[in-house]
Structures are given as C-alpha cells and as structure tokens.
C-alpha cells in the first residue's frame, strides 16, 4: 500500500494562493485531492487519471489545478475563499469509467486556513 505524505498548507488571505504537495510512496495510476471540513466527511475536490486528464468539484473549478509528476501529486489553488478553509488530504486510486475511486490509505492531511 502507498504511503502519502501532504503538505504545503498554511494561513493566507482571501483571495491569495497556495499549493500543495503530496508525495507518494509508490507507483500510481490516477490521485485525487479531498477536504474535510469540521464536522463533516471527506469530499473529493480533484482528480488526475494516468493520462493528466483530470476533474473537479464545482466549488474548485477554475480556482484549483491538480497535476502529478513521477511520485508527487500537486494541488494549485487561487483565488482562495474563506470557505476553502479546510484539512487537505490526497488518495491514489483508480478510475472506473468517469469515476474516481481512491484506493489508498489517508496521509496524515494539511491543514488551509484562509481569513477574511
């Protein structure tokens, strides 16, 4: 099982940016990003399949990019929200069809704080 390491979160400012990292244990075939808020359950925000195609929840669209290289998953996101303020987690998985199924275990996530 691939062991995932997230990290590059932090507190900014409304409308400014951050990316994120995730390092990957292991070879993969598609990633995702997820976030949790309080109190909530994990939602899937992005994904990347073998080929670099990739989708997004429309709370993200045009804000987010996620993209990969050999062992890292990456998360590009502009234009921050409070509403974005959230811990940030990455899976490895696979596709079936146009669906997402991470197939990993949970890194230990990090944590976006953006204020007002």
């Known amino acids: 099982q691939v062991h995932l390491v997230e990290s590059g979160g932090g507190l900014v400012q409304a409308g400014e940016s951050l990316k994120l990292s995730c390092v990957v244990s292991g070879t993969f075939s598609a990633a995702g990003w997820h976030r949790k808020f309080p109190g909530k359950q994990r939602g899937l925000i992005a994904s990347?399949?073998?080929?670099?195609g990739t989708n997004y929840a429309d709370a993200v669209k045009g804000r987010f990019a996620i993209s990969r290289d050999s062992n890292k998953v990456y998360l590009e996101m502009n234009d921050l929200k409070v509403e974005d303020t959230a811990v940030y987690y990455c899976?490895?998985?696979?596709?079936?069809?146009?669906?997402?199924?991470?197939?990993?275990?949970w890194g230990q996530g990090t944590q976006v704080t953006v204020s007002s």
């Open positions: 990347i399949d073998a080929g670099g």
């Open positions: 899976t490895t998985g696979i596709f079936l069809g146009e669906m997402y199924l991470p197939n990993s275990g």
